[in-house]
């Protein structure tokens, strides 16, 4: 004989209260303060508070207090050190596609990750070069120097053109660095909330295709002019294939080759077996180290002609402030790049914040964001934020506080002071080949609209509508066009929120839809559910919704009576 399933039940047992008596019965205890009191509180100052609002400005303080130095200073050297010799491959690579010099993204990733030490809250954010942010300030740069370069009435050199560039990502630096501080102050930290993830997704889907053939033609060396506007993405593969006879045998084979190590080694060793090593492989600090033995004592740049580094300067510029007419020509540019360097760091931010279950601030981070490229435009560096390997690695090596950045910081500047010399012959098809390798995730991101079909049928319009815009037209374009899409489905949610009626079960209390089987209303009773929120824009729906479905007083008016 079956023995009967337990009959689980929920019996409720409350008054019918209105408003007003429910306020009366269960009154709020907080005490009720007017807004000149509010103010009056805000605007309280003493020494004590002056201090704490200091040191809260400053997290590596409190960082310092708690510190467990027997415990976490060893993981947070080595992984710091790990993160490091990320950093110097990336930032030569990143140099090169943000159109600038390789020891640029040198630069751009020291001074952030010292300033991103002291002010940052997120211990598994390390501030330097990122591909999409590269390749965001190439496009500027590109535009600003051609522009400079068609108003001279004579020929200037190169290396004239690539100081008026690096002046560009400075100023393009320096604007963005001052966006990102006032956010901060002002606490604007909420905004990306209003940025959609499937926006994101296909945004950073498109820039990884951009880039990935920006780095083609490098590997190839060919050397026509670049494409810009509307429609350069496409313009640019017609003048691959238009030049496709000029390119270099020799610099293709060393991209080749280095590409399918490093997929290799990634694919078939860091990531197969990543739960048993306790570090990854460096790779890409071993390519590079190879590769410049190689075209170093090979000659492959005089034997032929394969593009290398060439002269790279030891120590760091002197400190100056970037050309204060430059600020409203690149004003727009770095607004969207500061709005993407704060959207990617920060997700990543609080990502690695869930895994290991610690809170961050955004509006100090913003303000750390901001710190970072401020002060990182005086030293010629352009736009900095986190990337996805660096966080992830130091979120797999156990990174415990800010204090990473310390060996971080300390290989770079021991590349930048002393070692930088010795990467004269590094052949640059291989600093293409390792970017073109490091966006195989982002390109892998197309993936994820099969779940945005099932889940969301408005997330993946989102997404490929960016993508594609982006990649077709433009990325700003692109930019532009998911963030009002984005937008507009809020707009359109609350537009087609549905309002229903709520009956009750004949055998048991549940409420639900009138619509099912089985559900009734209660006579004398309307139950009207609506299923968004109720505000100005609703309002005339709720309305509408409320009279079709429950009452209507205009269709029950009575006529006036002559």
């Known amino acids: 004989m079956e023995t009967p399933k337990p009959v689980k039940e929920l019996v409720l047992r409350r008054q019918v209260y209105t408003q007003i008596d429910f306020d009366q019965t269960y009154l709020d205890q907080a005490e009720p303060s007017s807004a000149c009191q509010k103010m009056k509180k805000l605007c309280q100052c003493s020494p004590r508070r002056v201090g704490r609002t200091l040191v809260g400005y400053v997290p590596l303080v409190n960082f310092l207090r708690r510190y467990n130095w027997r415990d976490w200073i060893i993981p947070d050297l080595v992984s710091g050190l790990t993160v490091g010799f990320n950093h110097f491959a990336q930032g030569l690579g990143f140099g090169i596609l943000a159109s600038l010099k390789p020891v640029n993204g040198l630069y751009s990733s020291f001074i952030p990750i010292v300033i991103y030490m002291v002010f940052g809250t997120c211990p598994h954010v390390s501030m330097g070069t990122n591909a999409i942010i590269a390749l965001l300030t190439a496009t500027v740069v590109n535009r600003e120097a051609d522009a400079y370069v068609q108003s001279l009435d004579i020929k200037i050199s190169e290396d004239d053109v690539m100081n008026y560039k690096v002046s560009v990502s400075a100023a393009t630096c320096f604007v963005a660095g001052i966006l990102l501080l006032g956010m901060g102050v002002f606490r604007l930290g909420f905004i990306t909330n209003y940025f959609a993830k499937s926006f994101i997704g296909g945004f950073t889907f498109a820039s990884a295709m951009h880039i990935t053939t920006s780095q083609l033609v490098k590997m190839m060396h060919l050397t026509f002019r670049p494409r810009s506007g509307p429609g350069n993405l496409v313009l640019t593969y017609m003048d691959i294939c238009k030049n496709i006879t000029d390119s270099n045998l020799g610099d293709i084979l060393v991209g080749v080759v280095c590409m399918v190590v490093l997929l290799a080694v990634k694919i078939g060793i860091n990531e197969k077996f990543k739960d048993k090593m306790r570090y990854p492989v460096p790779i890409e600090l071993i390519v590079i180290v190879v590769s410049t033995i190689i075209s170093h004592f090979a000659q492959l740049h005089q034997r032929f002609g394969i593009a290398i580094v060439g002269s790279v300067p030891t120590g760091f510029p ?91 910081a300390a290989f770079i500047l021991l590349v930048v002071l002393v070692v930088g010399q010795l990467f004269v012959s590094l052949p640059i098809a291989m600093l293409s080949a390792m970017i073109i390798a490091a966006m195989k995730d982002l390109l892998l991101l197309i993936r994820e609209t099969k779940s945005l079909w099932r889940v969301n049928k408005a997330d993946f319009v989102i997404w490929v509508l960016t993508a594609a815009v982006s990649i077709l037209v433009d990325l700003d374009i692109g930019l532009l066009t998911g963030v009002a899409f984005s937008l507009l489905t809020v707009v359109l949610v609350s537009q087609t929120a549905a309002g229903t009626v709520l009956g009750r079960a004949d055998t048991e209390d549940v409420v639900c839809d009138e619509k099912r089987r089985g559900i009734h209303t209660v006579p004398g009773v309307r139950v009207f559910r609506f299923e968004s929120q109720l505000y100005f824009a609703s309002a005339e729906r709720f309305k509408n919704q409320l009279y079709a479905l429950v009452f209507d007083p205009n269709k029950n008016k009575k006529p006036k009576k002559d």
């Open 318 to 408: 002197t400190p100056s402030l970037p050309p204060l007419e430059l600020l409203p020509r690149v004003a727009q540019d770095a607004f969207v790049i500061g709005i993407l360097c704060y959207a990617s760091t920060i997700t990543l931010g609080k990502l690695c914040a869930k895994m290991h279950s610690y809170e961050i601030d955004d509006n100090q981070e913003l303000i750390s964001y901001g710190l970072c490229n401020l002060v990182g435009s005086f030293f010629q560096n352009f736009p900095s934020c986190t990337a996805p390997p660096r966080a992830m690695m130091l979120s797999s090596l156990g990174a415990r506080s800010t204090l990473n950045g310390l060996s971080s």
